[in-house]
């Protein structure tokens, strides 16, 4: 791996997180116990300020102020003003970023309106190492629009689109591996082509400083309940470039995506910009933690706490590297999201042997473990010691022991 | 109007609720202070058990059991757990409805999984007095799936659908007139000229007996935050009767619909049933509040509630007409939904002044006051009291006045 200065001794992470100008934040967080949480990745932890938010939409807001509050508590206006806040997380300006739905609809229905910008080809292309729900998306999308649907070889899907143009929907970080994608090279080769690239920020958003606008990207879509700590299924959002969204509309015509909602217009007019992606009632509640969540952001820089969660990573991979366990996840914590992977045979029982320990990660099949780390609440220390634990039991577990069966982890 | 028996005073309202076996529900519900709320056909009250569960979600689930909680707290399941409640309220076999997304996009997953159902048209038909989003969802289908749209004049999409077959989005009760639909008639239709009804529910479910089996529907969907009290924007819901469900596909193939969602297939198997049409990650807080929600409807028979409502409508009904006040609303309570609607140029005005008197009702442009009634919390001496408040000022409004200006309200 690359040469970077990792602590060497527990004391050496201590002092890290001494000298740590994020370690306040952790306080904003309800963490319980003694737990060390390295699953942020696939659900972030909750933050006192979204468990105090969510109390007063329910009872202040919903059974106080009932019908009144799409007004009174400002509601109808909260997808949008959620999304703002979102926006300078993620490189993008305010109004470009709209709270709605779920990554899955909103691949569908951000790809379904990539179509007719694409010049030349209509072709869907999805590489196969791909979240899969992103690949479904696609597919499913190519039946019912009649499009040729191309399943592009692991990193091969910058090639197949500078090939033959169409649509592109790409991660910005693997949910598997961590890696990177070079996001300009992809916009560049979609500029040369007339093709379009849909990013999919799920694993990026909220842990490494992207930055849309600079890129050239023009379209994207992420989940808020990793990073951002939006709660469990936290509505997702939808990114439209400015000079991009008076040419794409949405498939999906809700009412909410409509210039005026209430005036029950039987012709469909959609809003302006980023708006005109949602679609139906917002999850109130639910989008309610998400504002909740924010607040912690709002105080913060992402280039610093980028910075923090690459050192975190790097101290991750040294240790898995002594241990001489293999990883797919980029060794440059630039080229790399906010979570290491390693692979092992054994993932599945090394994982449910960490979680006995108080140490949590997460599995994916068929031998991949995840450690996720969040510059907003994990400390040096915390990743020391998951090491240590990982550490003793690989070099104690007996792999044929009851109980270490090998099989899929929910989540 | 029909001659029917109802309370010519507030003492006989009064007593009417005395005799009422469903009255001590009430005591369920958060309602604010003397508030007369006539608005659940649009945003549902909270009940006790509703704000306490999610509450519990946030806090013990979320902070607490974190990324665990998909299994410990049964969050995997509680979009079909949710839906197998909500299934005895419309008729319907438990393993046949699911949670998931809104209105919005469940109309647009239903009627293009229906399409290969139509036989001989593809055709999509809705009514132009439909809920404008189903319109809205309707046409921007047809666009992406290059199939014919068709708005047919108020209450001739059954004569449409007769004469061409395709598939009909129609509304089980009319949101403005809360007219109820023929709903045996109209799939006698659909199984006569091989097409095919998509109902939605939404001011249906929960305030009038449905039966969906009986009248031999097979698709339809539904929203939560009306007469269900699932809270603001509470996920909606999709019933695919079971002998239909293996021959459709949502054409939104998200994981959650995959029959092995953490497997990380890439080839799309969808699940049995209705639960095929998840998509995304279900809004777990939100969710919760709808299951804490469902508590109360699991000690009622829908039978009696709806009865209950009629009565309540008839008394709203009664009182409007002896004001000389025009309904479109069905004078026959097995006619009609849970609302009363009554038209008046300054409608907009007067729901204003309704409210400064502390009764809650709720306007749709153009001249529509919509007063909603639910067995569960409203009582009869409610609908007297608004009565007479509507009655002080129809009978005492100056129109001219300032702040008397004919205008949308949101929601």
Redesign the interface.
């Known amino acids: 791996m690359a040469s970077v200065s990792v602590p060497t001794s527990l004391d050496g992470a201590k002092a890290l997180d001494c000298a740590d100008s994020l370690a306040a934040l952790r306080a904003a967080f309800?963490l319980?116990g003694d737990?060390i949480?390295l699953?942020g990745h696939?659900?972030g932890?909750?933050t006192h300020g979204?468990?105090a938010r969510?109390?007063d939409a329910?009872?202040r807001?919903?059974?106080?102020g009932?019908?009144?509050?799409?007004?009174d508590a400002g509601?109808?206006d909260l997808p949008n003003q959620t999304g703002a806040r979102l926006a300078r997380l993620i490189g993008a300006a305010p109004e470009d970023v709209i709270v709605c739905?779920?990554?899955?609809?909103n691949v569908?229905k951000l790809a379904?309106a990539a179509l007719p910008l694409a010049k030349n080809t209509r072709v869907l292309i999805v590489e196969?190492d791909e979240f899969?729900?992103d690949?479904?998306?696609v597919?499913?999308?190519s039946?019912?629009?009649?499009v040729k649907f191309m399943?592009a070889p692991a990193g091969e899907g910058l090639a197949a689109l500078r090939e033959r143009g169409g649509v592109l929907v790409k991660s910005a970080v693997n949910y598997r591996t961590a890696a990177l994608a070079d996001m300009a090279a992809h916009e560049r080769a979609a500029a040369d082509c007339g093709g379009v690239v849909i990013w999919d920020l799920s694993h990026a958003a909220g842990v490494i400083d992207l930055d849309l606008n600079a890129c050239g990207a023009r379209l994207a879509t992420g989940?808020t309940?990793k990073y951002l700590n939006g709660?469990?299924?936290?509505?997702?959002y939808i990114y439209v470039r400015d000079d991009v969204a008076a040419s794409v509309?949405?498939?999906?015509?809700?009412?909410?995506g409509?210039a005026?909602?209430?005036?029950?217009?039987?012709a469909?007019a959609p809003k302006e910009k980023a708006a005109r992606f949602a679609?139906?009632?917002?999850?109130?509640?639910?989008?309610s933690?998400l504002a909740g969540a924010l607040d912690v952001f709002d105080q913060i820089d992402m280039a610093g706490a980028a910075k923090k969660t690459r050192a975190l990573g790097d101290l991750c991979l040294a240790r898995c590297e002594a241990l001489g366990l293999p990883s797919p996840s980029p060794a440059i914590g630039e080229m790399r999201g906010g979570h290491i992977c390693i692979l092992h045979d054994n993932g599945y029982a090394i994982v449910q042997a960490l979680a006995a320990a108080g140490v949590?990660a997460?599995f994916?099949?068929p031998d991949a473990i995840r450690f996720g780390f969040s510059a907003l609440y994990t400390r040096y220390q915390d990743v020391w010691r998951a090491m240590d634990e990982l550490e003793r039991i690989v070099k104690t577990a007996s792999w044929d022991a009851p109980g270490f069966k090998k099989k899929?982890?929910?989540?």
């Open positions: 309800h319980p737990l949480y699953d696939s659900l932890a909750a979204a468990l969510i109390d329910a009872k807001e919903w059974a106080g009932l019908i009144g509050s799409w007004n509601w109808i739905d779920s990554v899955s609809v569908f379904a196969e899969p729900t690949q479904y998306i597919e499913g999308l039946a019912l629009a009649d399943r989940c309940y709660g469990p299924g936290a509505p997702a509309r949405s498939p999906i015509a809700g009412w909410f409509h005026a909602p209430f005036a029950f217009d039987a469909y679609a139906g009632t917002p999850p109130v509640l639910s989008l933690a949590i997460d994916r099949a899929n982890a929910v989540t």
